[in-house]
């Protein structure tokens, strides 16, 4: 059975008082209210991950609530002013690690093949990437999205061998819906998963194909995450703006209760 998972990407909000006030409300309330054993993930900004590490430790819930970066860099290590490598992360607690995010495609033109390259340094370093995929809306109006979306995953993950690639987590994201309170209907994005589902059989096998969690991002909220997590191919949420609240968060990973 593949995990279902909810992770929320906090982006570049919260300072380190901020982001230990949402850590710990978070998880308070998931300790009263969470009955159920969805795979819940924090990516935090990464000068916040070792404190939020250090609480967790402190705390009860452990090990409920994994931490991941947002980021990572290309290159191991060396003369990258600014940039943080997946060692550095996994070295402070992260076990998670998005990668190719629409935001760093877009802002910082992050191609599939320097993607494909983050995601071998996060495995190497034993971070399990998030990797994201998904359409602007004009790629979808020219009937262009599924190609894009076959591009960004053969040029991205398809070169992992199929023992590897079953561990890695995938987030479609249709670049229309994130922020922009426009979610997809569930048909929609089932649609899409399924397509993401087939491409995994036709690159690997079925076995394969059946263990990859598969996320839906992009204005997903308490009031539509039960229609989209319901549907056979969605296996949890990417949440954005919604994980910046504690009950709205924690609502959405009730929903599988
Ligand atoms: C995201 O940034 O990954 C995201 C899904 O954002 P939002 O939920 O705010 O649309």
Redesign the pocket.
């Known amino acids: 059975m593949r995990k279902k998972i909810v992770a929320g990407?906090w982006?570049m909000n919260n300072d380190l008082q901020e982001s230990l006030k949402l850590f710990s409300e978070v998880a308070n309330m998931v300790k009263d209210e969470v009955s159920n054993d969805a795979e819940i993930i924090v990516s935090a900004p990464f000068t916040n991950i070792y404190a939020l590490d250090q609480w967790k430790n402190g705390s009860d819930i452990h090990d409920k609530i994994k931490l991941s970066g947002q980021n990572c860099c290309w290159e191991e290590s060396g003369a990258y002013t600014g940039e943080v490598s997946a060692k550095m992360l996994k070295s402070i607690g992260a076990e998670y690690v998005i990668i190719g995010?629409s935001?760093r495609r877009q802002y910082f033109a992050e191609t599939n093949a320097l993607l494909a390259k983050k995601v071998d340094l996060a495995l190497k370093h034993e971070l399990i990437p998030i990797f994201?995929i998904g359409e602007t809306l004009q790629e979808r109006e020219k009937n262009i999205h599924l190609d894009l979306i076959k591009n960004q995953l053969q040029e991205g993950l398809f070169h992992l061998i199929k023992s590897v690639v079953k561990t890695v987590v995938i987030?479609y994201?249709p670049v229309w819906?994130?922020?922009?309170g426009l979610t997809a209907t569930p048909e929609q994005a089932q649609e899409i998963h399924a397509f993401i589902r087939q491409l995994i059989v036709e690159g690997y096998d079925e076995e394969t194909a059946n263990e990859v969690s598969i996320l839906y991002?992009?204005?997903?909220n308490p009031s539509n995450a039960a229609s989209l997590f319901s549907q056979k191919d969605i296996d949890g949420g990417?949440?954005?703006?919604?994980?910046l609240k504690s009950r709205d968060f924690t609502d959405i990973i009730k929903t599988f209760n």
Not at 217 to 220: A, D, E, R, V
């Open positions: 990407n982006k995010h935001e994201c987030a994201e819906a994130i922020g922009t991002g992009g204005s997903c990417l949440i954005g703006g919604a994980s």
